[in-house]
């Protein structure tokens, strides 16, 4: 439904995407997740055609944003993350506004009146905008997105500055949204978007730095093999021991956990499986290995590492001018 190639964009010297691709299949719910300023936004507003890229394509449902821009509108509702509410009109009249601005075909009451229930807002239609509370506010951005029935959702941080009931009530929204809908969805709170999507795509200074379900973003980090080990012993001569095995890349001492027994993180190298070696290391110099577990993680260390500057040091080639880091 959505397939983004090779898409930059540069604010002057800072380069804001470098270079990002990937696709959306149709009735997909995506997250895109990232720290503040790793360019959610600016992905978002060059596949609403909002904003021009300095390279690369985006087409919507096979159309090119570039060629025909109307053609893609036509295809999304867009939520920005400050929904473009007119504070002086009424529910109603900036609903009915919207509608003719879009150039909405279906029936007027009967569509106005199937959105409002289900982002319910119904109890507030005839209210001026200006005077509802920010969870009102922000249902309303969303029934302008729903304007027209578009197959396709962008949703840039839909429940920022939100109460915790109404994040709930949003994310039940999307989640029901979901099942008829291609969703993307932009946040930089993780839970959020572990609760309603089925992929993830996480960016990270305008680099694509992970695409896979929460689950398999999960296992592949955790299949690098970092152990924790607990040993009797000398701390200095295991941590000697261990290091001195084959493909064994760090080790790691996370101090004294029972009398004369310490704990260590063995990293190896290239995923390689290295339990077998550190149990014989250690037992040919009389270390016993207590305990050895594979440290699994959970999201949002994987989360971390992949946004982390040490992480993408490694992993990314540096051609990037970092920007100002909003908040
Ligand atoms: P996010 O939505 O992930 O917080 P943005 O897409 O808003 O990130 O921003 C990505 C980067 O581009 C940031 O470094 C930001 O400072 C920069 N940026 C965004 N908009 C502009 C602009 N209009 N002019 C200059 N730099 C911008």
Same mark, same amino acid.
Do not use: W
């Given at each position: 439904?959505?397939?983004? /190639?090779?898409?930059?964009?540069?604010?002057?010297?800072?380069?804001? %995407?470098?270079?990002?691709?990937?696709?959306?299949?149709?009735?997909?719910?995506?997250?895109?997740?990232?720290?503040?300023?790793?360019?959610? #936004?600016?992905?978002?507003?060059?596949?609403?055609?909002?904003?021009?890229?300095?390279?690369?394509?985006?087409?919507?449902?096979?159309?090119?944003?570039?060629?025909?821009?109307?053609?893609?509108?036509?295809?999304?509702?867009?939520?920005?993350?400050?929904?473009?509410?007119?504070?002086?009109?009424?529910?109603?009249? *900036?609903?009915? &506004?919207? *509608?003719?601005?879009?150039?909405?075909?279906?029936? $007027?009451?009967?569509?106005?009146?199937?959105?409002?229930?289900?982002?319910?807002?119904?109890?507030? *239609?005839?209210? %001026?905008?200006?005077?509802?509370?920010?969870?009102?506010?922000?249902?309303?951005?969303?029934?302008?997105?729903?304007?027209?029935?578009?197959?396709?959702?962008?949703?840039?941080?839909?429940?920022?500055?939100?109460?915790?009931?109404?994040?709930?009530?949003? $994310?039940?929204?999307?989640?029901?949204?979901?099942?008829?809908?291609?969703?993307?969805?932009?946040?930089?709170?993780?839970?959020?978007?572990?609760?309603?999507?089925?992929?993830?795509?996480?960016?990270?200074?305008?680099?694509?730095?992970?695409?896979?379900?929460?689950?398999?973003?999960?296992?592949?980090?955790?299949?690098?093999?970092? %152990?924790?080990?607990?040993?009797?012993?000398?701390?200095?001569?295991?941590?000697?021991?261990?290091?001195?095995? /084959? &493909?064994?890349?760090?080790?790691?001492?996370?101090?004294?956990?029972?009398?004369?027994?310490?704990?260590?993180?063995?990293?190896?190298?290239?995923?390689?499986?290295?339990? $077998?070696?550190? &149990?014989?290391?250690?037992? #040919? /110099?009389? &270390?016993?290995?207590?305990?050895?577990?594979?440290?699994?993680?959970?999201?949002?260390?994987?989360?971390?590492?992949?946004? #982390?500057?040490? *992480?993408?040091?490694?992993?990314?080639?540096?051609?990037?001018?970092?920007?100002?880091?909003?908040?």
């Amino acid at each position: 439904m959505i397939e983004v /190639k090779n898409l930059s964009k540069r604010y002057g010297p800072n380069v804001a %995407l470098n270079n990002i691709s990937f696709s959306v299949e149709e009735g997909t719910v995506v997250g895109f997740l990232g720290p503040n300023g790793a360019g959610k #936004s600016t992905t978002m507003n060059i596949i609403t055609g909002y904003l021009s890229a300095s390279s690369g394509s985006v087409t919507v449902g096979g159309y090119n944003t570039l060629d025909n821009p109307n053609e893609v509108k036509k295809l999304i509702g867009y939520m920005p993350e400050i929904p473009p509410l007119y504070p002086d009109m009424t529910v109603k009249e *900036y609903l009915n &506004f919207m *509608y003719d601005l879009k150039k909405v075909t279906l029936p $007027r009451e009967k569509h106005l009146k199937e959105i409002c229930a289900l982002v319910k807002i119904t109890d507030v *239609y005839p209210r %001026l905008i200006n005077n509802l509370s920010k969870g009102y506010k922000q249902r309303v951005g969303f029934a302008q997105a729903l304007l027209g029935n578009p197959p396709v959702l962008i949703l840039d941080e839909p429940t920022v500055g939100l109460d915790p009931k109404q994040i709930i009530e949003i $994310r039940n929204l999307i989640h029901n949204l979901g099942k008829k809908h291609t969703i993307i969805l932009s946040s930089h709170i993780l839970p959020e978007i572990q609760a309603v999507c089925e992929r993830i795509i996480i960016v990270n200074k305008g680099n694509l730095v992970a695409d896979g379900t929460p689950d398999s973003l999960s296992q592949n980090l955790s299949a690098d093999h970092k %152990l924790i080990l607990r040993v009797e012993g000398n701390e200095t001569e295991v941590k000697n021991a261990l290091k001195a095995v /084959k &493909f064994v890349e760090t080790v790691q001492s996370c101090g004294e956990k029972e009398p004369g027994v310490f704990e260590y993180e063995v990293e190896a190298r290239d995923g390689r499986d290295v339990r $077998r070696e550190l &149990f014989r290391a250690a037992a #040919s /110099k009389n &270390f016993p290995i207590l305990s050895m577990t594979n440290a699994g993680l959970s999201l949002e260390d994987v989360f971390l590492r992949l946004t #982390s500057a040490a *992480y993408l040091q490694d992993t990314v080639s540096e051609t990037i001018t970092e920007g100002e880091e909003e908040e």
